[in-house]
């Protein structure tokens, strides 16, 4: 079984639109992050909630929205999309925020805005 | 900001052993090192972590500097598989994994 699951895994679509991405894990953590690469392969940490209550919010647009119904899930919602808004998303969880919880990684959505 | 320094690049035979340094300086007492690596088209995944001691796994081993201002991420086989993304991190509680660079890791056969 996947233990952290990202829907779609591509996504293309146009500027000005709004668009979803899922994410889910089975590993019964109570963190997960959001992290964004770019096209010149640079890992940003975005979002990270612990226990569905956002606790980090890196200087990131109005325009991503995370919403976590459930420690399980943190889903990313981005608004009037961007050019600049193309790039790989990850999703990740932990047990713990830091430290010596090591980080689990979905295997990314390519997000494409034209 | 990342607080680690590695080298850009490495090159690597298979089935030998691979030795990556992780400059860390400015490391605080509370910081453990982590590392991860991350294969083409894939998200990073964990290869080990580290806080005082050295440390073994399936996958590698952790060689920490006595000062801590250095640690060493020993493969000792490497094979094609390990060609990759290495970021070696400093991970505080309370805060989310900065990634740096890494070092891009090539393996010939």
């Known amino acids: 079984d996947t233990a952290v699951s990202q829907t779609p895994k591509y996504l293309v679509t146009q500027m000005g639109n709004d668009k979803s991405i899922k994410c889910e894990q089975n590993?019964?953590?109570?963190?997960m992050y959001w992290y964004k690469q770019d096209s010149k392969k640079f890992l940003k940490i975005m979002f990270s909630?612990?226990?569905?209550?956002?606790?980090i919010n890196e200087t990131v647009p109005n325009r991503f929205s995370p919403k976590s119904p459930d420690k399980a899930h943190l889903n990313l919602h981005i608004n009037s999309l961007e050019l600049g808004d193309s790039a790989v998303y990850f999703c990740?969880?932990?047990?713990?925020?830091?430290?010596?919880?090591?980080?689990?990684f979905g295997n990314g959505t390519r997000l494409t805005v034209t | 900001d990342a607080k680690t320094t590695q080298p850009n690049s490495m090159e690597s035979n298979e089935e030998e052993p691979v030795h990556l340094p992780c400059n860390h300086s400015?490391?605080?007492?509370?910081?453990?090192i982590h590392w991860y690596r991350q294969l083409p088209s894939q998200g990073p995944e964990y290869v080990i972590h580290?806080?005082?001691s050295n440390v073994n796994n399936r996958m590698a081993s952790l060689a920490i500097a006595e000062d801590r201002k250095s640690s060493t991420l020993i493969l000792h086989r490497a094979t094609l598989r390990d060609a990759a993304v290495y970021y070696c991190i400093l991970n505080q509680a309370g805060t989310a994994l900065i990634f740096g660079k890494g070092t891009t890791l090539s393996v010939s056969s």
């Open positions: 990740a969880s932990s047990q713990e925020t830091g430290g010596y919880s090591p980080l689990h």
């Open positions: 590993l019964g953590h109570d963190t």
């Open positions: 580290g806080l005082t």
């Open positions: 909630y612990n226990n569905k209550e956002l606790i």
């Open positions: 400015t490391i605080s007492g509370t910081d453990y």
